[in-house]
């Protein structure tokens, strides 16, 4: 993946339905991408058809590849190893569920190099009411607890300068926090208005449950973690040089 200026990590786990029509919308954004653009899919231990899918798209399409986890470890951890399999300097994230859509990146390169990341605002949201009132708690109590100014942090739609993102301090939840994570390292974040979409097929793996006390436990863990974050530059430094051996 040396030659792609942007790679987008795609994490999947139990998405059959929705595979073959995202791929369908992930090549009209390639065909228009200004930047050489690849695509890593990250099956998170899917139990499902996906990795035979995921298989069939990227031994017959240029520019898509894939690793497959051995069990599910959730979106963290599949997030961090699409990182850490990345070597293009920018990589974007976005879900496999198409309720975001690959054509909105198009909206975020006028803003690269200038800001560090770029993450979309979710518009005129198509979720049941449920995920909407759990979603909107979540976030106003992190922007309250963090004061972050992030508007949707959970918007899975981000293009993200590779060397701040490969030092982004990693923990189970820290998919929550990728925008302050960035502001911690002294990262700027620019947020753009994107689409929504309602679900295209199979169900969300998150519930009441897990979509409030979840981010609520992740903030007070970010809160100490920010506390303890080390962050410095170096001001000036000088190199020994070699020592030359005397001749015999």
Known sequence: MNSAELTIIVP?????GCLTRFCEAMDAFLQQSPVVTQVLFVNDGSTDNSLAQIRAICQKKNGYSYLSLDRNYGLSTAIKAGI???????IGYIDSDLQTSPLDFLLFFEHLPDFQMVNGIRTKRKDTFIKKISSRIANAFRRY???DGIEDTGCPLKIVDAAYAKRVPFFDGMHRFLPALIQLQGGRVKQVPVQHFERYAGYSKYHLFNRLWGPLNDTFAFRWMRKRYIR????????????????S
């Not at 999947?12 to 059959?16: A, D, H, Q, S, T």
């Not at 850490?84 to 920018?90: E, K, M």
């Open 145 to 147: 607890m963090i004061q």
């Open 84 to 90: 850490d399999a990345i070597s293009s300097p920018y």
């Open 232 to 247: 410095y530059q170096v001001a000036e430094k000088l190199e020994h040089k070699p020592t030359l051996h005397a001749q």
């Open 12 to 16: 999947v786990f139990n998405e059959e």
